[in-house]
């Protein structure tokens, strides 16, 4: 104690000097209007810095449960939209009104994503627990990410559309020309749209869209942008090139889609294709 007495006493002379400075500027403030404006303007740019700055602290750690947050909430929205058409400048995604009661929508948030193999994979914070089963359609507000393939209670991993095995049947939107999207391994952000004939008329910019021909998608999601189309002289079909819609690099928060009818279309392709003697 007797130290601390000491250190304040030997800072006498500094500690009168700031008094009297405060002194000071209380006087002039309170005497003087434009002196006082001018201080109360200063204080409040200096709060005001402060406190904007504390904001945007606090805001940088807040930023992913307002994210999440707002993720949950398209979620709850896209099952209400009567319509499910993707409009020209952005994807907004609506249900066609005689089957906006077929699909079921949920939100995820991206944890692990490979982009560099030819196999690559996706993992998200949602699994069996939250109503995730396999086979699941994965966009975003680009467009197609992947296919569910793997579920465990609280994760779930996903079939990159970057995996060469991946096949997501497609259409040309201004066409309707259908057609199947793969990766070649090469480029993440692009891909090859195969088995459209060659006397098909395809033009470079023309739009890819998910065709809605099976149960992973609904019709209408964007693919990609066609880029060069090739005459495929060795095969049947046109050489086509699109560039992905969705940027791989930098996925945070997904969509998953279920078609609620996806049993009943599965049995139906079953007995066509195990078709039995009706006696």
Same mark, same amino acid.
């Given at each position: 104690m007797?130290?601390?007495f000491?250190?304040?006493?030997?800072?006498?002379?500094?500690?009168? $000097? !700031? $008094?009297l400075?405060?002194? *000071?500027?209380? /006087?002039?403030?309170? @005497?003087?209007?434009?002196?006082?404006?001018?201080f !109360?303007s200063?204080? +409040?740019?200096?709060?005001?810095?402060?406190l904007?700055?504390? +904001?945007s602290f606090?805001?940088?750690?807040?930023?992913?449960?307002? @994210?999440?947050?707002?993720?949950?909430?398209?979620?709850?929205l896209?099952?209400? !939209?009567?319509?499910?058409?993707? +409009?020209?400048?952005?994807?907004?995604? *609506?249900?066609?009104?005689?089957?906006?009661?077929?699909?079921?929508?949920?939100?995820?948030?991206v944890?692990?994503?490979?982009?560099h193999?030819?196999?690559? #994979?996706?993992?998200?914070?949602? %699994?069996?627990?939250?109503?995730?089963?396999?086979?699941?359609?994965?966009?975003? &507000?680009?467009?197609?990410?992947?296919?569910?393939?793997?579920?465990?209670?609280?994760?779930s991993?996903?079939?990159? /559309?970057?995996?060469?095995?991946?096949?997501?049947?497609?259409?040309?939107?201004?066409?309707?020309? $259908?057609?199947?999207?793969?990766? =070649?391994?090469?480029?993440?952000?692009r891909?090859?749209?195969?088995?459209?004939?060659?006397?098909? &008329?395809?033009?470079?910019? =023309?739009?890819?869209?998910?065709?809605?021909?099976?149960?992973?998608?609904?019709? %209408?999601?964007?693919?990609?942008?066609?880029?060069?189309?090739?005459s %495929?002289?060795?095969?049947? #079909?046109?050489?086509i090139?699109?560039?992905?819609t969705? =940027? $791989?690099?930098?996925?945070? #928060?997904? #969509?998953?889609?279920?078609?609620?009818?996806?049993?009943?279309? =599965?049995? !139906?392709?079953?007995?066509q294709?195990?078709? +039995?003697?009706?006696?």
């Open positions: 007797r130290r601390i000491l250190f304040l006493y030997s800072l006498r002379a500094f500690i009168l $000097f !700031l $008094f400075e405060f002194v *000071a500027i209380w /006087l002039i403030v309170n @005497n003087h209007s434009r002196q006082e404006a001018a !109360l200063s204080s +409040s740019r200096i709060t005001g810095t402060l904007d700055t504390k +904001s606090l805001e940088y750690f807040y930023l992913n449960a307002t @994210n999440e947050a707002l993720s949950e909430k398209n979620a709850r896209l099952k209400k !939209l009567e319509h499910f058409m993707p +409009s020209q400048d952005t994807t907004v995604f *609506a249900l066609d009104s005689a089957f906006a009661h077929s699909f079921d929508f949920w939100s995820a948030k944890i692990n994503n490979s982009l193999l030819s196999q690559n #994979y996706i993992t998200i914070n949602k %699994g069996r627990t939250h109503g995730l089963r396999v086979g699941m359609g994965v966009f975003n &507000e680009q467009g197609v990410i992947g296919r569910v393939n793997g579920v465990s209670a609280h994760f991993t996903i079939i990159s /559309l970057l995996h060469t095995d991946l096949l997501v049947s497609s259409k040309i939107k201004r066409s309707g020309v $259908f057609g199947s999207t793969n990766w =070649d391994g090469v480029n993440s952000q891909a090859k749209l195969l088995y459209v004939p060659r006397h098909v &008329e395809v033009e470079v910019g =023309d739009t890819v869209v998910t065709s809605g021909f099976n149960a992973t998608f609904p019709e %209408g999601i964007p693919i990609g942008v066609i880029t060069s189309v090739g %495929g002289a060795e095969t049947n #079909y046109l050489d090139s699109l560039d992905f969705t =940027d $791989f690099s930098r996925l945070s #928060y997904v #969509y998953l889609v279920e078609n609620t009818m996806r049993e009943e279309l =599965d049995s !139906l392709l079953r007995q294709t195990n078709p +039995s003697d009706d006696r």
